[in-house]
């Protein structure tokens, strides 16, 4: 009996993108059935490695391709682990992993766009409906006895039960054209995208036999061609090879099979530690930023393997949210096949080898920064921020990623380390500086900066989101403290005392605006400023919280500083007759320097203009 299903409604909005659309990058087909049979093989050899049942198994992990020129199909079969009927159905008819969604997340409306993301994001099995017009799915779950055929046109899909000799999946494409019914074009695919997965992929090929010459009769013998099924890829693990025996090539293309990626990594790092503990490590930094980066259900970029074994890339616990950026392999000798994740997380040997990785990634980092700042510079604006995720809390590394983040600043261009900032320090500078903001172009103009300028001391401007929330967490660097401009203390000690009087009539005019108004030596050009209290939260950290759902801040108030030395603030002591309004304005443009959003613009209005009026 035939059973009819629909896809549901997303799969069916993918699969009209995918026949529709134009697109560029149609042969991705082949990696994603390739994947998927080499992910097969992966579960079912787990399985037989750790599984009583699955023990006595007998079969040979391979892919096979087969091109049939007269019916038009491409066949690709694995003896993998198979799927039964329930597993077909919501495999081949939902949409489950966060990649696909991912892909739909990101999708433009743009036809030539989105094809390009189909490429990047590979968009697994039903990529296949971009080069076939009809697929057939057979497919026998190992261990089960019966097996069904699945079928669709891309309409709806219909399911049978069937007859299969082994276990596996037998995928046949209906191609659309001659394009793809093609050895060489196909050879090619495969080294290009799937060369280094672990199985053999096997394919029927046409050898040339050379013509051999016999010198004494002069007789040439012409050439002949067999068929024969051979072998395409080298299916080796790369990582473990030596790395004498490996081109950039070799890595780049690896890479864009582990990670999808079709733009060749910005960098990798392959390690390999023998004596007490033995692994292998090959980590990759992309050249363009994975589309999940931001989201919280972003797709661990790093496989484990034990002893060559494929166990999960499914686990963010690997490396440290800080490099989630990172794509790779991390194989382990001494560690149990059976080993549960709960018993992941807690063991020695796995403890040991995140611990040495994360140190040689950020040592790696840090050889880059020294060598080739220019690259450095392109890794740091694609994951700075992300890496700078490491500096809050107390985590282990912070003394190594303080020597990697680096900052713009109020006195030169460009980006600084913090090394470079303490390499230019006065000799009476005891102190690193920072300000946080929205944009560096304000912060450089903020008045809080008056007194640093004009004493020549460099500020460093932190204008990144996280900045705000991470850098009242970094204490200091190298044993210098750092600071926030805020909490500087200038040499001349102000007698507040004499402008007692006018600061709480101030205050009394602002009543319920500010939390203190006082007399400040910070200022320079500039009448008034705001500052926060040192156990509050600064403006840029209250944005931050509110982003971040805490909606019911209490309200934090600023405190006004006013510059005893300004004329306005001079004048205003001996004659107080429009002390209100004037107060008013004072925090108005406090407020507008730190970025703040006047709540009472059109009484600030009002009073700029009244003073206008005056003036003329
Ligand atoms: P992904 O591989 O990211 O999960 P795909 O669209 O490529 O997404 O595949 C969807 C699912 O279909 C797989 O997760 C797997 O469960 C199943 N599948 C696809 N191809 C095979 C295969 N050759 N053997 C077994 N299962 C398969
Ligand atoms: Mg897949």
């Not at 299916?235 to 473990?240: C, F, G, H, I, V």
């Not at 429009?578 to 059109?602: H, P, T, Y």
């Amino acid at each position: 009996m035939t059973e009819k299903h629909e896809f549901q409604t997303e799969v069916s909005d993918l699969l009209n993108l995918m026949i529709h659309s134009l697109y560029s990058n149609k042969e991705i087909f082949l990696r994603e059935l390739i994947s998927n049979a080499s992910d097969a093989l992966d579960k079912l050899n787990y399985l037989t490695l750790t599984d009583d049942n699955y023990k006595s198994l007998n079969y040979t992990p391979k892919i096979d391709i087969k091109i049939d020129k007269d019916a038009k199909t491409l066949t690709i079969s694995d003896t993998g682990i198979g799927m039964d009927k329930d597993e077909l159905i919501s495999s081949l008819g939902t949409i489950a992993r966060s990649g696909t969604k991912g892909f739909l997340a990101n999708l433009s409306g743009d036809a030539k766009k989105d094809s390009n993301l189909i490429g990047q994001f590979g968009v697994g099995f039903y990529s296949a409906f971009m080069v076939a017009d009809k697929i057939e799915v057979l497919s026998k779950k190992a261990l089960n006895e019966e097996a069904n055929l699945w079928i669709s046109d891309a309409k709806d899909f219909s399911i049978k039960p069937a007859k299969k000799d082994t276990h596996g999946t037998q995928i046949t494409l209906h191609m659309k054209d001659d394009e793809f019914l093609n050895e060489y074009r196909i050879e090619n695919i495969i080294k290009k995208y799937s060369n280094h997965i672990a199985y053999p992929i096997f394919m029927d090929k046409e050898e040339f036999i050379p013509a051999k010459t016999d010198d004494e009769s002069k007789e040439i013998e012409p050439s002949k061609s067999e068929i024969k099924n051979t072998q395409i890829n080298r299916a080796s693990a790369l990582w473990r090879m030596p790395k004498s025996s490996l081109k950039p090539s070799d890595y780049n293309e690896f890479y864009k099979q582990i990670s999808h990626d079709s733009a060749d990594p910005l960098h990798y790092i392959h390690t390999k530690a023998e004596g007490t503990l033995e692994y292998t490590t090959l980590f990759y930094i992309p050249s363009v930023e994975p589309f999940d980066l931001y989201r919280v259900d972003y797709q661990s970029g790093v496989k484990l393997y034990v002893k060559r074994v494929f166990i999960t890339d499914d686990e963010k616990e690997l490396l440290p949210v800080y490099l989630r950026f990172i794509r790779g392999i991390i194989d382990v000798e001494d560690l149990p096949l059976n080993i549960s994740r709960e018993i992941l997380q807690e063991n020695r040997v796995m403890a040991t080898v995140k611990d040495a990785s994360v140190k040689k990634i950020l040592s790696e980092l840090k050889k880059m920064m020294d060598s080739d700042r220019e690259k450095y510079l392109k890794f740091y604006n694609l994951f700075g921020r992300v890496l700078k995720e490491g500096l809050y809390g107390f985590t282990p590394y912070k003394d190594e990623i303080l020597n990697l983040v680096l900052f713009k600043s109020s006195k030169r261009d460009g980006l600084i380390s913090l090394k470079e900032y303490k390499e230019a320090m006065k000799d009476d500078q005891k102190e690193i500086f920072y300000i946080t903001g929205k944009n560096s172009q304000m912060l450089k103009n903020s008045p809080l900066l008056e007194s640093f300028n004009k004493k020549e001391i460099e500020v460093l401007l932190c204008d990144d989101e996280i900045d705000a929330i991470v850098m009242p967490m970094v204490f200091e660097y190298d044993k210098t403290p750092i600071k926030p401009v805020s909490s500087a203390k200038f040499e001349e000690e102000l007698n507040q005392d004499d402008f007692k009087e006018l600061t709480s009539k101030i205050k009394q005019a602002l009543n319920d605006e500010v939390k203190d108004v006082r007399v400040t030596s910070r200022l320079d050009k500039s009448a008034s400023c705001l500052v926060y209290d040192e156990n509050d939260p600064d403006f840029a950290t209250q944005q931050i919280l509110k982003q971040m759902g805490q909606e019911n801040l209490p309200k934090i108030l600023p405190i006004l500083e006013i510059n005893p030395n300004h004329e306005i603030i001079k004048k205003l002591k001996d004659n107080q007759i429009m002390l209100n309004d004037v107060s008013k304005v004072l925090l108005g443009i406090a407020k507008i320097q730190e970025g703040i959003n006047l709540e009472n613009s059109d009484e600030f209005a009002n009073l700029l203009t009244k003073f206008i009026e005056k003036a003329i």
